[in-house]
RNA sequence: GUGGAUGUAGCUCAGCUGGUAGAGCACCGGACUGUGGCUCCGGCUGUCGUGGGUUCAAAUCCCAUCAUCCACCCCA
């Protein structure tokens, strides 16, 4: 159990077993994309390692530390991808996409990269898929981005999930409101977490989410409630004091416009029964977020519980040399949607051969031709090792086929094949001519899906 | 990048305080060369993650390293 090599560490092989999983999700999202009216866009896993610094922010944990980084033999600067937004947006100007109609609406799948410690949920290579509306700023375009965010998850058979949502304004705003935070936690800040102190620093916002026991008692309960009566008189009087002056929220901060638009797509969603939760905390991870901001969590998947989330990036497009161009998007992580699925223990179909074929030892040739005949319309197997009967019989069974086909030396000569329907046993001869035909017939209208595991 | 746990057959794991590997499942073959899934019989697979050290002797003890898992940071 040593192999020379072995998939570098965060990544991991998808194997048949596995993979259908992953298809079936693939296609269903893919549906409601269509049906959205959204186009797919594929660009290159790699970019010039400025598009994502620049977009993401200098600052970002992202472009500071996750980032697969490296120059080619040209000596070009270049990043493999570690999320889709920013090449979408090259990909829009780089081609005039604005000048080819005002809105664009686009989804694209595909793997990221991000160099981070693995951990439940986490890779270092993980698929998303994502859309974007490019060139509108309306907050229609929000609430349809929301919509489809949660059909998706709605078509992947998540039920119950809650939508939490946010604005997080123009980065005036967010500014302003880190400098009232900072003032806020002023009287408490010996006794938040180090953590947080750094926070209140570099990113105040941060600290609303902070895990710390203390840090949550102090922002979300507040004096009266204490855990235990082991906490000093210093920090009870702290905290009064603290609350003396009203909690800070983010959406007190925002400009009127951003507030109208807030207003607006509150509106929309409540308008097209989309439960939702505002979440004041809710902060996106990338600089380029504006306005509107969203994420759905799972608890089942532990810490890392994530699994997608979005949000108005107004600025980006204007970031990258391009005219002011509003947009909305979002991206979901596949990986932690395909394992909650899993965890929810959501059954799902594979599709092993349909038809077995097992020859004779004077039909070899003859059933060899059969299958491959077959195989222009269901999906037929068949034994190429030549083995004796019963080991294809074995084969047959193991291969997971709903009907058998024996083709026997005297009904051949016949022009007869024998129909075996592997669930009941019975049998009977069918004409080879018409073979198709039964066959189909004995598989139901879909012939290529078949037993459920 | 930080912390903790764990690496024995394809999979799940056993192997007590050191005496040089085992079970179940899976897989392959046979009983059953014109009828499978059941049953019975037989068989295969291990540089005990890797490298080094201690010892007469290491899967077992020590160090390092790699990997996995979980958590922090951060995010999908």
Known sequence: MAPKHQAPRGTRDLLPGEIERWQWAEDRARGVLERYGYREIRTPLFEDYELFARTSGESSDVVQKEMYRFKDLGGRDLALRPEG????????????????????????????????????????????????????????????????????????GFGELAVLVNSVGTPDSRRAYGDALREWFGPVRPWLSPDSQRRLETNPLRVLDSKDARDMLIWSVGPGAWLADEEEDAFKLAVTRTYSKPKPHLLDFLDSNSSAHWDAVLAGLSALGIATEIDHGLVR?????????????????????????????????????????????????????LLALEQRGTPLPAGPAAVF?????????????????????????????????????????????????????????????????????????????????????????????????
């Open 85 to 156: 937004t920013a090449s979408v947006c090259r990909a829009y100007l780089e081609h005039g996409l604005g000048g080819r109609g005002r809105i664009h609406r686009l989804w694209y799948l595909g793997p990221m990269f991000r160099y981070g410690r693995p951990q439940k949920g986490r890779f270092r290579q993980f698929w998303q898929i994502g859309a974007e509306i490019l060139g509108t700023g309306a907050p229609g375009a929000d609430v349809e981005m929301i919509a489809l965010f949660v059909d998706l998850f709605a078509a992947w």
């Open 357 to 453: 074929v097992a020859a004779m030892e004077g039909t070899r040739a003859e059933a060899a031709a059969l299958v491959r005949r077959l195989r222009r319309v269901l999906a037929a197997d068949w034994d190429m090792e030549e083995r004796g009967f019963g080991a294809q019989m074995k084969a047959a069974g193991k291969s997971g086929a709903r009907l058998l086909l024996i083709v026997g030396e005297e009904e051949w000569e016949r022009g007869d094949v024998v129909l075996k329907d592997v669930g009941d046993g019975s049998q009977r001869p069918v004409p080879v001519a018409t073979l198709e035909d039964v066959l189909l017939e004995a598989l139901g209208t879909r012939p290529t899906e078949t037993r459920a595991r």
């Open 285 to 337: 991870g990338l600089d380029y977020y504006t306005r509107t901001a969203f994420e759905v969590h799972d608890r089942s998947l532990g810490a890392q519980s994530a699994l997608g989330g979005g949000g108005r990036y107004d600025g980006l497009v204007e970031t990258l040399g391009g005219p002011p161009t509003p947009g909305v998007g979002f991206s979901i992580g596949l990986d932690r949607v």
